[in-house]
């Protein structure tokens, strides 16, 4: 029996990069593509990189081409300050919308599909819940442009699983993550000589550690585990906590013309965008009961996750980077995976 043809959005993000990273160790996968409109950003053995426009209109023909069986997207924009809200609504609502008429299309041979989200769709404000079930709606209509695009986009996950019972559909929404390599808004606030904060509000923020986050990717792949699922690690932290594990102290911005005044810190580089201004004012818990249930079990709690990332961050500043970013050269990647003068390792002894 031939193994799993799995097709990955968003090669050059950091997600992308990884989950491709780990199951080009996985032997019950046979074929391995990625998609994006840049290279990829790690080294990758055997899996077959593809260049494609933001809103993926080559992706029908390298289904059907390939006879790919299973999708992991993504390639969605969670961070608002990476782009304009023209490009973001491209690749995450168009994109989106594209991939699922290609994993619809007459004779697809798509069987698994599986989302990368964001527990921004939940949105935060002073209503809200202190935990956000998987079918908790939002206490508002969704104001941000973030909000917005990830809000559309569940809707097309919605129609599509409810149009092809045959396919199993897995929406996993993430909380605030955390770890020693990405690089967020809020691992950007945090690395500042004082965290910024809302006067007047310490809100309990949760995160997620990035090593749980792949985890749980490959955990619902290698399942074939359909369905919504919060990632969030146990617990709820106050802001001033976080800070002070980090070895900081908070400076407060004013409550009113709040965006105004985190200004300066985009001069810097250090964006505030909306949601995150928003969060620092009232927080978001999500249950994580669910993927629990299903067998799954995190390695890092929301303080876990503070912690190993100022322990990353002290290791950082004390040997710095320990290698030179990965470059991808076209040329090269041919020469070693296909010359016959590349002597390959068969395993013998």
Excluded at 26 to 37: A, E, K, M, Y
Excluded at 42 to 54: A, G
Excluded at 154 to 163: I, L, N, T
Excluded at 217 to 240: K, Q, T
Aim: net charge negative; aromatic share 8%; charged share 25%.
């Amino acid at each position: 029996m031939s193994g799993r043809r799995v097709l990955i959005t968003g090669l050059a993000t950091f997600w992308g990069g990884l989950v491709a990273k780990h199951l080009e160790e996985d032997s019950s996968v046979d074929v391995l593509i990625g998609l994006d409109t840049r290279e990829p950003s790690v080294e990758l053995e055997r899996t077959e990189y593809v260049r494609t426009d933001e809103n993926y209109s080559i992706l029908a023909r390298i289904v059907r081409a390939a006879r790919i069986d299973t999708i992991v997207h993504t390639f969605l924009v969670v961070d608002s300050t990476q782009m304009s809200r023209r490009t973001m609504h491209e690749i995450n609502v168009i994109g989106t919308m594209n991939l699922f008429a290609a994993a619809s299309a007459p004779g697809s041979t798509v069987r698994d599909v599986v989302v990368k989200s964001s527990g921004w769709v939940y949105g935060t404000a002073i209503e809200d819940p202190v935990w956000f079930t998987e079918e908790t709606p939002r206490s508002h209509p969704p104001r941000t442009a973030i909000e917005q695009s990830l809000e559309a986009v569940e809707g097309y996950v919605r129609d599509f699983a409810e149009d092809n019972p045959h396919v199993n559909v897995t929406l996993l929404r993430f909380s605030n993550v955390l770890g020693p390599d990405i690089e967020t808004p809020i691992t950007r606030a945090l690395e500042l000589p004082v965290v910024p904060s809302v006067f007047g509000f310490d809100p309990r923020i949760q995160f997620v550690h990035e090593e749980d986050v792949i985890r749980s990717i490959l955990f619902v792949l290698e399942r074939r585990l359909p369905g919504i699922y919060n990632v969030a690690g146990d617990g709820l932290i106050p802001w001033s906590e976080v800070a002070a594990i980090c070895g900081k102290r908070t400076c407060p911005l004013p409550p009113v013309g709040t965006e105004l005044a985190a200004w300066p810190l985009r001069r810097i580089g250090v964006p505030l965008p909306e949601e995150l201004l928003d969060l620092l004012r009232y927080g978001r818990g999500m249950d994580n009961r669910r993927l629990k249930r299903a067998g799954f079990e995190y390695l890092y709690t929301s303080a876990g996750a503070v912690e190993a990332f100022v322990e990353a961050l002290r290791l950082r500043r004390t040997v710095g980077g320990t290698q030179p970013a990965y470059r991808y050269e076209r040329d090269v990647e041919q020469f070693f995976r296909h010359s016959p003068a590349i002597v390959r390792d068969t395993g013998a002894g």
